[in-house]
């Protein structure tokens, strides 16, 4: 029996080898168990997911759970993004949510994330108390489940169709009108993923025309390594737009949580700036004020933001586990991570793929700029901030090593700039001079050692992430 643990955001396994029938039922038992003791069981639970292989099954069997547990069921009748499904948690009022996905994780991975009343990630105390139900009703087998047909004909399963709700709410976010009359030629990636087809409706029936490539269901996910939309995976696309003929790329991940933005030259905007446009474009052009959240793997320029625009930027460990709670006690305009992930205040406290989308287009739409004109205008504002990646496989055996060896390490300088600190907020950071910084952290959804960095240029950046391998003992 595998030990079912919950990362960064959900449980995610290998199909067929962990992520099993019987262990979803497990992890669904656990589940309800955890609804009924947060007193929510009465309010009903909605369950969603993705395109991936028998994502739909797996739903099915987690309603059939639900169900013999006297829970009523509001299970999607197709795949969907991920906060469309939070979205349908929140307006429906639910005790909380289920969504089958393995998010932007490779083909063989599914996984089982929560959602809890509010609409957002299982906070740390949630995914604890279902974890800690699991070693007894593993031992005990005592695992209900009702055929699904039988809990249909009982009204206590019923079909839903969230998508015309929730895309009404996101359109109602942004000037649609004004986007869909701004006459851009927009491509979109779905990368086969459960946004497929969403953000062309949300834009179409205007001057603004989008043409969307990977917009069908592929469990393969074939020609990229997964559907993460970041640089190495969005190759096609960057090449047509860099054919020229489109002002923008949009790109969402398997669940349409995260987003990738390309520039009208085909080039991939990092993660970093992206978010760092959002908060801009919520700043300077919505006028909002408040606090803002980011990851501890989110730039600087964040920083700098919040001091030009007088507004408090707290910071916290990855994942929106922590991000949510975090945006939702103190009000936050939005809250972002290195993954591609960003929330916004008024929406759910989870991140959106397509609502960034949509704010990225309002942002053109409203200034007459492009992408890489938008970026221009931020690095005047706070100074051009460069940022790569590297992800280095690992076996659970090497973990350890890895870390006494990081843990171990004082550097006095890493890419020729002075050490200047360092904490294990979440992984180990080093501060550089200049405000510039390299972290290191194992993945909390993968089996990867991720090294990032963030410096005033790209061969600085390189040299950092050579740096971070060689204090970690490894290679790419």
């Known amino acids: 029996m595998t030990d079912i643990r919950f990362g960064t955001d959900g449980w995610r396994a290998l199909i067929a080898d962990d992520f099993t029938f019987e262990n979803v039922r497990l992890v669904a038992q656990a589940t309800a168990e955890w609804l009924k003791r947060d007193q929510r069981a009465a309010d009903g639970v909605v369950v969603g997911y993705d395109t991936r292989f028998l994502s739909g099954s797996f739903a099915a069997a987690v309603a059939e759970v639900m169900a013999a547990n006297d829970i009523k069921v509001a299970l999607s009748s197709s795949f969907l993004p991920t906060p469309a499904l939070s979205f349908a948690v929140r307006e429906r009022k639910a005790g909380g949510g289920v969504m089958i996905t393995a998010s932007h994780n490779p083909a063989r991975w599914n996984g089982f994330k929560v959602k809890p009343w509010f609409g957002g990630s299982a906070p740390p105390e949630v995914t604890a108390t279902i974890e800690g139900a699991l070693p007894r009703i593993i031992a005990s ?28 709410a996101i359109s109602a976010y942004v000037d649609i009108e004004g986007i869909r009359n701004a006459g851009f030629s927009v491509l979109i990636d779905s990368m086969f993923g ?132 975090k945006m939702t006690a103190s009000d936050a305009i939005i809250a972002g991570e290195e993954s591609g992930g960003y929330a916004f205040r008024g929406h759910v406290p989870e991140r959106d ?115 971070g391998q060689e204090i970690a003992g490894v290679t790419l």
Not at 427 to 456: N, Q
Request: hydrophobic share 40%; with cysteine.
């Open 141 to 168: 087998g005592d695992v209900a489940y009702t055929p699904l047909g039988e809990a249909e004909a009982a009204g206590i399963v019923e079909r839903i169709d969230p998508r015309n709700a929730y895309l009404k």
């Open 194 to 325: 459960a946004a497929q087809g969403w953000i062309g409706r949300t834009i179409a029936d205007g001057a603004t025309h989008a043409v969307e490539i990977h917009g069908e269901r592929n469990p393969a996910f074939p020609g990229i390594r997964a559907p993460e939309p970041i640089a190495p995976n969005l190759g096609e696309a960057m090449g047509m737009i860099a054919d020229g003929g489109y002002d923008v790329g949009l790109a969402t991940d398997g669940d349409g949580d995260r987003f990738g933005l390309i520039d009208e030259h085909g080039r991939f905007i990092t993660q970093l700036q992206t978010f760092a446009l959002l908060v801009y474009y919520f700043l300077e052009v919505r006028g909002e004020r408040g606090s803002i959240v980011r990851s501890v793997t989110m730039t600087k320029m964040i920083d700098r933001l919040g001091e030009l625009y007088g507004c408090e930027v707290h910071e916290t460990p990855v994942g929106f586990k922590f991000l949510g709670p």
């Open 353 to 467: 793929g397509l609502l960034s989308a949509l704010c990225i287009l309002d942002f053109m739409a409203k200034t007459g700029k492009r992408p890489s004109e938008l970026l221009a205008d931020l690095y005047e504002k706070v100074g051009p901030h460069e940022y790569d990646r590297v992800d280095i496989t690992v076996r659970t055996e090497e973990k350890d090593g890895i870390e006494e060896r990081v843990k171990a390490s004082a550097p006095a300088t890493i890419a020729g700039l002075r050490v200047e600190s360092r904490d294990n907020v979440d992984g180990y950071r080093f501060h550089l001079e200049g405000g510039w910084w390299l972290l290191m952290r194992f993945s909390g959804t993968e089996p990867l050692l991720r090294i990032y960095a963030e410096m005033p240029s790209p061969q600085l950046v390189q040299e950092a992430l050579a740096a």
